[in-house]
């Protein structure tokens, strides 16, 4: 559980852009999933499960429109890019990762969560569209636009 | 299909998500299009980029009182109202027996 409650609040991070909302989202997600255990029949991973709800949980969030004023990116740079920090880690590749957050964070966020739950949390196209209740055509499309967006603001880091 | 129809349909092409007969047209434009294959290396080194990214740090709100990091700073009002103020790590979770 302890690994589920990292990667959903990570979701709800990146997709929120501020830890205290995420925290809030994350929080909520699981008081949901303890409610709601009893329903789940084990058809999906609990991991995607969980995904499903706090990633629906976000996009609710920031269809109502009412959140604290977040600049947004900012906060997830702070807390993601160049976590490990050490010496080891070159000007070059922080930059790179710094540039890559704020870059997903710029993403629409119908995008931004099919990106996160694809390239970030490894999730295929069916428990993608599963876990938001949309087509399969839907989750490829919205990819695809997702990494033709951040390949155009990536593009100085390509080779 | 077109240059247009095929750049659709390579990130799908990258995570081996097309049917069988839109890979063999995806396939066969490739093989005379350098312009996509070049279209295609680029979104291929983006997402190369993407499996680089960090996990996300954990939350200080959802880790437990006793990892030295306090008490958690964000329980949700219905929680709260329920007297959970305890954090995530003390729900119940694992009694489902559920998992990978």
New interface residues.
């Given amino acids: 559980v302890a690994t589920h409650q990292h990667r959903v609040f990570g979701v709800a991070l990146r997709m929120l852009g501020s830890a205290a909302e995420a925290e809030e989202a994350a929080q909520e997600a699981f008081l949901r999933a303890h409610r709601s255990l009893p329903e789940f029949r084990g058809e999906a991973k609990l991991s995607t499960w969980l995904y499903a709800i706090v990633s629906r949980l976000c996009l609710n969030r920031l269809a109502m429109g009412d959140r604290r004023a977040v600049r947004h990116g900012e906060e997830i740079l702070l807390r993601v890019a160049d976590p490990h920090g050490g010496p080891d880690t070159g000007a070059e590749r922080g930059e790179m990762e710094a540039a890559l957050h704020r870059a997903i964070a710029e993403l629409d966020e119908d995008r931004r969560v099919v990106v996160i739950l694809r390239d970030l949390e490894g999730l295929s196209y069916e428990e993608i569209a599963s876990a938001l209740g949309i087509e399969l055509g839907t989750v490829r499309s919205r990819l695809h636009r997702a990494r033709k967006d951040l390949k155009g603001k990536m593009e100085r880091f390509l080779p | 299909m077109t240059c247009s129809e095929t750049r659709?349909?390579?990130?799908?092409w990258l995570?081996q998500?097309l049917d069988d007969h839109e890979r063999e047209q995806v396939e066969a434009h490739l093989g005379d299009c350098p312009e996509c294959r070049r279209e295609l290396e680029?979104?291929r080194?983006?997402?190369s980029?993407?499996?680089?990214?960090?996990?996300?740090?954990?939350?200080?709100?959802?880790r437990g009182p006793g990892d030295g990091q306090g008490q958690?700073?964000?329980?949700?009002p219905?929680?709260r109202k329920a007297g959970?103020s305890a954090p995530?790590?003390q729900?119940?979770?694992?009694?489902?027996g559920?998992?990978?």
């Fill in positions: 659709d349909l390579l990130s799908a995570d998500a680029g979104l080194s983006t997402v980029l993407l499996s680089r990214v960090e996990p996300c740090s954990g939350s200080r709100g959802i958690s700073r964000a329980v949700v219905e929680a959970l995530l790590r729900l119940p979770l694992e009694a489902g559920h998992g990978r």
